[in-house]
């Protein structure tokens, strides 16, 4: 089956840097574009960051210049830096997985939270 798993949440303080893992199982992961969604307590999810399976890579405005969004092909893993967090970073985290053709084929992990404060 399908899996998604998300890790490396936690609290950190308001400046700090954390870096998000996301592990596949059950894809071709070169054949799925990735990405990273955040849904805020209260509010609907939205997108972060994604990457597609050549590379190329798109930010929400309000993470631009701060997030980095990767993938390992060897390891079948996506990453998401996320450099001077603010408390509006707060929120679970969720890794994304679609196939870059076949389009109906996707899946969502579980999600980890991030807790950014003093």
């Known amino acids: 089956q399908v899996q998604l798993v998300e890790s490396g949440g936690g609290l950190v303080q308001p400046g700090g840097s954390l870096r998000l893992s996301c592990s596949t199982s059950?894809?071709?992961?070169?054949?799925?574009?990735m990405g990273w969604y955040r849904q805020a307590l209260g509010k609907q999810r939205e997108l972060v960051a994604t990457?597609?399976?050549?590379?190329?890579?798109n930010y929400a405005g309000s993470v631009k210049g701060r997030f980095i969004i990767s993938r390992d092909g060897a390891k079948n893993t996506v990453y998401l830096r996320m450099n001077s967090l603010e408390p509006d970073d707060t929120a679970v985290y969720y890794c994304?997985?679609?196939?870059?053709?076949?389009?109906?084929?996707?899946?969502w992990g579980q999600g980890t939270q991030v807790t950014v404060s003093s």
């Open positions: 990457i597609t399976r050549a590379g190329s890579t």
């Open positions: 994304y997985a679609r196939h870059s053709i076949l389009r109906d084929y996707d899946y």
């Open positions: 059950g894809i071709i992961f070169s054949s799925y574009d």
